[in-house]
């Protein structure tokens, strides 16, 4: 398992989302449960307001984009991709409020693809995307597990919050560096 937290501003997210878009290494999914199989790819985000999570296909020559898991209880006849079968990476949105960051969230499983190779491939890919994301984040010892791109870190000395999960411990100016 692999998970990176993190914090963006919106038009950062956008761009982060757009360049998976236009690379050939991924398809992208809006959402977790689907009415099909074989799910529709997007191909832009207009409103990332809209947007909770983003599945992160990663592609490759041994399957398609099919999705291998059923929904339950309130999903039952939905299809969804199984985290621990399928060669994906999530994408949680963190929601921005008036000045309060919710963080957003790479994560995926590594190992349980039964296919030797599409295995190695999804664990290269995802740790190669995981590194793309971390280049443009900092952190410090207050915010750790958490990150931060440099434009969050100017909106926090203009009274923005960053909210350490749902609900939890808030950061500010003056407490971003454990003072």
């Given at each position: ?10 038009d ?5 989302i ?5 690379s ?29 999570r983003?599945?992160i ?25 199984d ?5 994906i ?36 890919s ?13 952190t ?40």
């Open positions: 398992m692999s998970q990176l937290n993190f914090f963006m501003t919106k950062e997210l956008v761009n982060e757009n360049q998976l878009l236009n050939d290494d991924y398809l992208l999914f809006d959402k977790t449960f689907f009415d099909s199989e074989s799910p529709e790819t997007i191909s832009k985000i207009t409103n990332i307001e809209s947007v909770n983003i599945i296909w990663i592609k490759n020559d041994k399957r398609l984009p099919t999705c291998s898991a059923k929904g339950a209880g309130q999903f039952e006849g939905k299809f969804l991709f985290v621990y079968k399928d060669p990476i999530e994408l949680d949105i963190g929601k921005t409020g008036m000045t309060l960051f919710s963080p957003s969230r790479l994560f995926h499983k590594a190992g349980w693809i039964e296919d030797k190779e599409l295995r190695e491939l999804h664990t290269k995802a740790n190669k995307l995981v590194r793309t994301f971390k280049k443009k984040l900092t410090t010892s207050r915010l750790k597990p958490f990150y931060i791109t440099e434009s969050v870190a100017k909106l926090l000395t203009s009274d923005y919050e960053l909210e350490l999960g749902e609900g939890g411990m808030r950061v500010t100016k003056h407490n971003i560096n454990g003072t």
